[in-house]
């Protein structure tokens, strides 16, 4: 297995679609040290834009948006069975998450991920805690660190389209509300409760 000395930022598909479609995708990267050209993502998502549920759920125009940002990002490579092997075994597991953990377990990535309930699967595996603590990074993580960067008042409007999607982003939709102030203590709070149902993998942390 080769060790890449460099790091890159890989990014599943639905955290992917509600970074773009709120704009917040460059800011995310630079955040975490990356610019968009040093993400990578799966090879299937130029074709799940343009059919099935991701259609359906963010709409054409999106999604259009989304494949031409697509076309700039490279495809991740396979990863060795070291750790796709007992990932793929895990019935909540699905093959995209597997295939982005085991890299981030085998090479010095970070993993942008909206997947918890395969967060909380691939915790059962053994020495895969290990291998991929602190490197994980979940939206209400990279978020706060926007807000931090970027002023809450902006984060407040880039999100605004993934509120209004029907149904709506729940954790956006309460976090973002009109009525609370704060929404990085929100944030902060869903990030808590996942840390705790995730244990032992240690999730990225914002910067305090």
């Not at 998502?45 to 490279?74: Q, T």
């Not at 994980?136 to 407040?156: F, K, P, Q």
Request: glycine letters at 6%; aromatic letters at 4%.
């Amino acid at each position: 297995m080769e060790i890449r000395s460099k790091m890159r930022l890989l990014l599943d598909t639905d955290i992917f679609c509600k970074l773009g479609v709120a704009g917040l995708l460059p800011a995310a990267a630079e955040a975490l040290g990356v610019t968009v050209g040093e993400c990578a993502r799966l090879p299937a998502l130029p074709h799940m834009l343009r059919r099935g549920s991701l259609v359906k759920r963010y709409g054409e125009a999106h999604c259009a948006a989304l494949g031409a940002i697509v076309s700039f990002l490279p495809v991740v490579e396979d990863a060795s069975d070291r750790w796709l092997t007992p990932l793929v075994s895990v019935p909540d597991v699905d093959a995209g998450e597997a295939q982005l953990l085991a890299l981030v377990a085998e090479h010095p990535d970070l993993l942008l991920t909206g997947d918890k309930r395969s967060l909380r699967a691939a915790a059962r595996v053994q020495g895969l805690p290990a291998a991929i603590a602190g490197r994980i990074v979940t939206l209400e993580a990279i978020l706060v660190e926007v807000c931090r960067r970027n002023g809450i008042d902006a984060v407040r409007t880039a999100v605004a389209p993934l509120i209004a999607l029907q149904p709506p982003d729940r954790t956006l939709a309460i976090c973002f509300s009109p009525s609370n102030a704060d929404p990085i203590r929100a944030l902060l709070s869903y990030l808590r409760c996942l840390e705790d149902e995730v244990a032992p993998v240690i999730l990225w942390q914002p910067t305090e």
